[in-house]
């Protein structure tokens, strides 16, 4: 899963227009989260979500799903259905990537619905930067202003487990997080 997570950082950096190897080399010696959700059948899946609107907080995600199917993405203006493919891997960037790019390449909202028959799983690798690693756009990416402050996974990571439930906003609200705490220091 590193090495795939790897290879798609190239790919990325390709098609940013930056060094090819930047992001690949970056996330080189980076961590990873792994994480296994079960959803078993809800009687009455219009009150709840088996996971409410977000935006991952990490870097890359790699996921897959169950033939069950449940995962949604916001897109052009509304939720849209990612079909079920067991021969397939969902790839979505992250907020940490998002702050990478200088906010070129942007988090995917997305969610996870429930059901009323059938329990689901989904197996989510999460690709993150070392803990201590300055996320910080490379500077062909910033023309102008930088869309947010340096910061490290391990100050993002802090914010989401203790103060913050990821949410679509979680960026936004970490980058006012930090200023506000900078400037009490
Ligand atoms: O279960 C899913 O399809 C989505 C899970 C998810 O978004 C997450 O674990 O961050
Ligand atoms: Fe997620």
């Known amino acids: 899963m590193k090495s795939l997570g790897l290879a798609v950082m190239e790919i ?3 098609s940013l227009g930056v060094d090819r190897m930047h992001y690949k080399k ?3 010696d980076g961590g990873s989260i792994m994480r296994c959700n079960y959803y078993p059948p809800c009687p009455e899946p ?3 979500f088996g996971t409410g609107p977000h ?3 990490t870097s890359l995600t790699i996921l897959h799903q169950d ?3 449940g995962l949604e993405i916001f897109a052009n203006n509304e939720w849209q259905i990612v079909r079920p493919r067991h021969d397939a891997l969902v790839i979505n960037v992250g907020d940490t ?3 990478l790019t200088n906010g070129k390449y942007k988090s995917c909202v997305h969610r996870a619905v429930v059901n009323s028959e059938r329990a689901r799983t989904s197996l989510v690798f999460f690709v993150c930067p070392r803990e201590d690693k300055v996320v910080r756009p490379p500077q062909d990416l910033v023309q102008g202003e930088r869309a947010y402050p340096d910061f490290t996974w391990s100050d993002f990571l802090h914010f989401t ?3 913050y439930r990821a949410d679509a906003h979680t960026l936004h609200n970490f980058t006012k997080w930090l200023s506000s705490s900078k400037t009490i220091n």
Do not use: H, N, P, S
């Open 12 to 14: 990325l950096g390709i």
């Open 26 to 28: 970056y996330f080189e």
């Open 46 to 48: 219009g009150l709840t």
């Open 55 to 57: 935006c991952d907080a």
């Open 67 to 69: 033939q069950v199917g």
């Open 97 to 99: 990537f998002t702050a």
């Open 161 to 163: 487990q203790f103060y």
